[in-house]
């Protein structure tokens, strides 16, 4: 089932914070942050695992509750470059079932100068 | 190092005819995944190669196909295209065990 984020929608001005949740009805064992810039790919910003491992970018911060299944993205000091769609993307257990996420339908999040 | 590379960049097909879409992985990777980017259903995920073996399938009917080949190489087919199959197809690398998916720039087929 697909995990619900929220806000939809974050307009933020420069050096303002956000945080981005990602809910999930399921137990979770991975989330997964992505970035997508208009017209080009998303990127990879930070694997949360059960267990509290992370793997990821240094200026980005994230949390994992595993009892609440929910995960946050926090955005400190926002920049321009941070405009774009944020996902989160939910992993199965397994090193079988890396490719395989399950994505929230993405937050908008506009930095404005 | 060389990105995901996606083949072909923009398309575009009437209804009924079938379409095929190349993925080239980042060197050394053996899992090629798929997923489908529509503004209405977001990302959906469709399948998922690792060394020549489908090993996770997502719900799409029978017209998406895919294989890999033996240097990761991937494509996937759409049969009998259908208005609602216009979408931006990514495809996306693993090495497996960091579990990062590095992606394409897709394929943005257009079906008329």
């Known amino acids: 089932q697909q995990p619900v984020q929220s806000p939809q929608a974050v307009i933020l001005r420069e050096g303002e914070d956000a945080v981005i949740n990602c809910s999930s009805s399921k137990a979770l064992y991975s989330v997964h942050w992505y970035r997508q810039k208009h017209g080009e790919a998303p990127v990879f910003l930070m694997i949360?695992?059960?267990?509290?491992e992370q793997k990821g970018h240094e200026k980005i911060s994230a949390s994992f509750n595993e009892k609440k299944q929910q995960s946050s993205l926090y955005l400190t000091a926002s920049q321009l470059s941070y405009s774009g769609t944020y996902f989160c993307?939910?992993?199965?257990?397994?090193?079988?079932?890396?490719?395989?996420?399950?994505f929230g339908q993405g937050t908008t999040l506009q930095v404005k100068p | 190092k060389a990105g995901v590379t996606q083949t072909p960049r923009y398309l575009i097909k009437t209804r009924g005819q079938q379409v095929t879409l190349s993925c080239s992985p980042i060197?050394?990777?053996?899992?090629v995944s798929w997923y489908q980017q529509t503004p209405g259903q977001g990302l959906q995920f469709l399948f998922e190669?690792?060394?020549?073996?489908?090993?996770n399938k997502g719900n799409f009917p029978g017209r998406f196909s895919g294989r890999q080949f033996s240097n990761s190489r991937s494509e996937m087919n759409v049969s009998t295209l259908e208005l609602g199959d216009s979408a931006l197809y990514l495809c996306?690398?693993?090495?497996?065990?960091?579990?990062?998916?590095?992606f394409g720039e897709g394929s943005r087929l257009t079906v008329l």
């Open positions: 993307g939910t992993g199965a257990h397994g090193s079988g079932n890396t490719g395989k996420l399950i």
């Open positions: 996306a690398s693993s090495a497996g065990v960091s579990g990062e998916l590095f």
């Open positions: 190669y690792f060394s020549e073996t489908q090993r």
């Open positions: 060197s050394g990777h053996r899992s």
């Open positions: 949360l695992l059960k267990g509290g």
